[in-house]
């Protein structure tokens, strides 16, 4: 299925590239003049520092083993020139290799490939840049020729008036038909067969001809199939005797597949993973699917079309009824495993993108507004905090969440069931709560559990009386008391004694109680309502509870945690609407004296400090 869509995708492109050439950074042109006047020109096409090499569509296709075979016409120094390569020399400056060995080397290599382009210059006698190729290579060059920076391995091309030669019909139909009669067997035992892609008898491929470029730690060769050891054997037949794939569905299946891993609007890095995704119609919008930046009107569609699917259908007219496609691949010793393949409706994406956006929804309170988060955003937050450097280590990332994240967006599933307790375990760690962790803990509440609906929203929820919820609630507000007495604390409780409240809030929420009495008599001398209004606050949150529970379950644990955000979020949006009332001239009632004070906004503002 998976490559039988690949070559509807090759068919389906406008921007195809000629079979077995694929974007390759070249680094050197050399220009030939058609009327023999001049020398050769070399020009140096080298990106300056920090910025992309300039890629061309050129041959190529894998090549391993004692003595890989060239390209045509565009190959590196080595091949072209006869480049054996930089070695420091005198003064540590870096100058062609006297090696015998490097010497031979990029002899052999040097003849291999005037072998192929002499033969491709034999064949086509009439073409005036084949003859004009063909005279140059009757006059060889010599290291004196060669540029002091060019090295054996920098990629060099060959054009004629400024116009790749390679580019020419003529080159690609020949070095397309050399692919072909090379990997579909040696001479006179090639294969034939029904391929199982397309059902029609043909020429069957060996290996295929075109590696996979553009996956984290990939090498040179990486296969999409690969069984060269005898574990991996069918019946005792090895690569693809017993996988029996036709030279054009081989051909155009990988090519498609290197497309997409080269357009940032089909793929993205996961880690050590890639996800590629394309329609079955190209020209269907794809950039809404990426999950990597979310658009807030993207975002908007998609709720609308879940919560009103009449005038959702509308909003989204121009998304076309297509087929969406989903591969996740990663690398192992050059061969290429596929963690994940998803094919649905794009319909049905839609209401499954919508339903993510939903579930991980958080809520900016002194803003007023709903924020969403991207997939590597929210892998990011199961990372661990550096306090000191106020950032998060992306390297202590659990392995491989930011595609599991991915999977449970476009299959619809919950996340992997070790999110929650690793989240938690960084949580009571290193005490910082921002939206992402929010928003990844609601993602994996809402997804794992149906008994605490209620709760597993943006918002804060004033009625619950789960025990967990509410005293993440207190926390908060105890927490809000000390801030209000003492604007300058370097270690608020929730820095003290999170860890503990979270696991056994009983002893710790009774201890601190007792020591915000002191707090809210200091309020009081300042503003006696402000300070009766929190108190009031904090006994009503104490009541929702017969009895403070004295350990709470990883489950609690979580909701400890939401209890505790939303409250903060509350908290600010009431802050920021008195802090307006008290700038309009309004008399302030007790609670809004209480959330009107300097040390609210910041404390609201504090709340959406993220990476």
């Not at 007023?368 to 280590?393: C, E, F, G, H, Q």
């Amino acid at each position: 299925m998976l490559l039988h869509s690949l070559v509807q995708h090759a068919d389906s492109r406008e921007d195809a590239v000629p079979d077995y050439y694929q974007r390759r950074p070249i680094m050197w042109q050399i220009d030939l003049s058609s009327t023999g006047g001049a020398g050769p020109l070399i020009i140096d096409l080298r990106p300056p520092k920090g910025k992309e090499p300039r890629k061309v569509t050129a041959p190529y296709t894998g090549r391993s083993g004692k003595n890989p075979p060239p390209f045509l016409l565009a190959d590196s120094a080595l091949y072209v020139l006869g480049h054996p390569g930089l070695v420091k020399g005198p003064e540590d400056k870096k100058v062609p290799s006297t090696d015998p060995k490097d010497i031979t080397k990029a002899e052999e290599r040097h003849a291999a490939y005037r072998t192929m382009v002499t033969s491709w210059c034999n064949e086509h006698p009439s073409l005036p840049h084949a003859c004009t190729l063909a005279q140059w290579l009757n006059r060889p060059s010599t290291p004196d020729d060669w540029p002091e920076e060019m090295d054996q391995g920098h990629l060099v091309a060959i054009s004629v008036d400024g116009e790749w030669i390679h580019d020419l019909p003529q080159a690609q139909r020949w070095w397309a038909e050399r692919v072909k009669s090379t990997k579909s067997g040696k001479p006179g035992k090639s294969q034939e067969g029904l391929c199982l892609v397309c059902g029609q008898v043909g020429a069957l491929l060996s290996t295929l001809p075109v590696p996979v470029k553009g996956l984290p730690n990939s090498g040179m060769n990486t296969q999409l199939i690969c069984l060269n050891q005898p574990a991996h054997y069918r019946a005792g037949i090895k690569q693809l005797g017993a996988t029996p794939v036709c030279v054009d569905c081989g051909t155009k299946a990988a090519t498609a597949l290197n497309m997409l891993l080269a357009d940032p609007e089909h793929h993205t890095r996961a880690g050590d993973s890639a996800i590629v995704w394309w329609t079955r119609n190209p020209t269907t919008e794809t950039d809404m699917w990426t999950l990597d930046n979310p658009e807030p009107t993207e975002v908007a569609q998609l709720l609308d079309g879940l919560h009103h699917p009449h005038k959702g259908r509308d909003a989204l007219a121009a998304l076309d009824d297509d087929a969406f496609y989903a591969v996740t691949l990663r690398v192992n010793t050059n061969r290429v495993i596929v963690a994940d393949w998803i094919t649905l409706p794009v319909p049905e994406l839609k209401h499954r993108l919508g339903i993510w956006f939903t579930d991980q929804q958080t809520w900016d309170g002194w803003n007023n507004t709903s924020l969403y988060w991207s997939v590597w955003r929210l892998a990011l937050a199961a990372a661990r905090w550096d306090k000191r450097k106020n950032t998060y280590i992306d390297t202590t990332i659990p392995k491989h969440l930011q595609a599991d994240l991915a999977k449970a967006a476009l299959h619809g599933t919950p996340p992997p069931a070790h999110v929650l307790p690793v989240l938690m375990q960084r949580i009571r760690a290193d005490h910082h709560i921002d939206r992402p962790r929010i928003a990844l803990l609601r993602l994996a509440l809402t997804r794992t559990t149906n008994r605490h609906k209620e709760l597993c929203v943006p918002q804060l929820n004033t009625t619950s009386t789960e025990p967990g919820y509410v005293c993440g609630r207190i926390m908060a507000m105890l927490e809000a008391i000390q801030r209000k007495a003492m604007p300058k604390v370097n270690t608020t409780v929730t820095d003290k004694y999170l860890t503990t409240a979270v696991v056994s809030p009983r002893a710790v929420l009774t201890r601190l109680r007792i020591g915000a009495r002191p707090h809210l008599r200091t309020i009081a001398r300042k503003s006696e309502p402000a300070a009766r209004a929190m108190e009031n606050r904090l006994r009503d949150a104490f009541d929702l509870l017969d009895t403070l529970p004295a350990h709470l379950n990883a489950e609690q644990q979580a909701l400890f945690i939401l209890g505790y955000e939303h409250q903060r979020a509350h908290s600010a949006r009431a802050a920021a609407e008195a802090i307006k009332a008290r700038e309009a001239g309004k008399e302030l009632a007790a609670d809004q004296a209480a959330d009107a004070l300097p040390e609210a906004a910041e404390d609201a503002n504090a709340t959406g400090e993220t990476l």
